[in-house]
């Protein structure tokens, strides 16, 4: 039997409130000061001092930084912990993590032109509303021939009653997992399986499943130097059902990641999966959101709808041509990664493509710009095939 899930702190509607837009800290607001600010003040003069052309460094001014320095949240997170990856890692691309959602708040005038700059958000401008809209709009992406290897429609989502992993305790590990757990439960029919936590997995038994992609490793380098990785592998786990189609990943870099995937390319099937389970994870836990920024979560790429829908698709003519691949997949946002995501390599020529825009437009929006990217990107590789007969 699971304890009452934790009930939910105040929303980001009424820390705006509390702590006006246009910054300014409260009265009697704790101050980071002593060793701590001499580390942060430290780490700031690496980073100014490195080659790094990473956000942070471009939006973390010397006037920003004098702006935010001292300020720490409720959980206790300082702007140290907002960039100290960036800092130990200066080839980020981003550079910078929310260890709390009050740090999108908090740290906003470094965090508002750096998610302006990478999501093509317009100042003053909030995320749409859920627009979930019907699967079978999208089709199946093998229609033009057998390039798709694989589909998967996975989002991020946090709870919020917990902070993002940097800031959370062992208990709060566990607790979080409970929580997850008991939703998980509620899955019905094909959606059903069983979690498991992943301590209770033999080495065989996870090497099996990240053979088969389902199952994810320990942080790379950016997620230990963010400090998402403590007390590993505790408050940990997977969920499985029995066809490996609908798998969530509890407490890997967000606290939940709710993935749906299968062999080919029916986006249209995949898609409803992914739907019918978070409506029903919905309707059990409390997701932390904001009207500006979406669904909120650790890193600040993953914003707004926080959905990636990617394909593995063998592309060996395009992937010979990568800056033709990447005209092409730029047209429609994608994102073209190696075979294993971020920073791996093609093998066999297959690629992982996804969409790079998640906030700022609807759900099915991100969906359709997918559809259509793949679709044109696996028509031009047919005539390139065509081309060469």
Not at 245 to 262: A, F
Not at 297 to 304: D, K, M, R
Request: negative net charge; aromatic residues 8%; hydrophobic residues 40%.
């Amino acid at each position: 039997m699971h304890a009452e899930p934790r009930s939910a702190p105040p929303p980001l509607t009424v820390w705006l409130t509390a702590f006006s837009y246009y910054g300014g800290e409260e009265e009697g607001m704790e101050r980071l000061a002593g060793p701590e600010l001499a580390a942060l003040e430290q780490a700031y003069a690496t980073l100014q001092a490195s080659e790094s052309s990473s956000l942070l460094k471009k939006h973390l001014t010397p006037d920003v930084f004098e702006q935010l320095k001292h300020r720490i949240t409720a959980h206790g997170a300082s702007l140290l912990d907002v960039i100290k990856s960036g800092v130990a890692n200066p080839d980020s691309g981003v550079g910078l993590y929310a260890p709390d959602a009050e740090s999108y708040v908090l740290f906003r005038d470094l965090f508002e032109p750096v998610i302006e700059e990478y999501h093509g958000l317009a100042r003053g401008v909030g995320h749409p509303g859920i627009n979930l809209g019907t699967p079978h709009v999208l089709g199946d992406l093998n229609e033009w021939g057998p390039y798709v290897v694989s589909t998967r429609v996975r989002c991020a989502r946090s709870l919020e009653a917990y902070p993002f992993n940097p800031m959370m305790t062992l208990e709060e590990y566990v607790e979080l997992e409970q929580d997850a757990e008991r939703a998980l439960e509620a899955l019905e029919g094909d959606l059903a399986g069983t979690y498991t936590t992943l301590g209770r997995l033999s080495p065989q038994q996870q090497q099996e499943l990240l053979e088969e992609h389902l199952l994810f490793k320990q942080g790379d380098r950016f997620l230990e130097a963010a400090g998402a990785c403590r007390f590993w592998p505790e408050g940990r786990g997977i969920f499985l059902n029995p066809d490996h189609t609908l798998v969530v990943w509890v407490n890997e870099e967000d606290h939940l990641r709710i993935i749906s995937m299968e062999s080919g390319g029916d986006l249209a099937r995949i898609y409803d999966r992914w739907m019918r389970a978070l409506t029903t994870l919905s309707s059990r836990l409390h997701f932390a959101n904001s009207p500006r920024l979406g669904f909120l979560n650790f890193c600040p790429t993953n914003l707004g709808t926080a959905i990636r829908a990617s394909v593995h698709v063998r592309l060996p003519l395009l992937g010979r041509d990568r800056e033709l691949l990447e005209l092409t997949a730029n047209q429609y946002n994608l994102q073209v990664r190696g075979t294993s995501g971020e920073h791996s390599e093609a093998k066999d020529f297959v690629f992982d493509i996804s969409n790079r825009r998640r906030l700022g437009l609807t759900e099915i929006e991100a969906l359709q710009e997918m559809y259509d990217g793949v679709r044109e990107i696996v028509l031009l590789e047919r005539s390139l095939e065509q081309g060469q007969q």
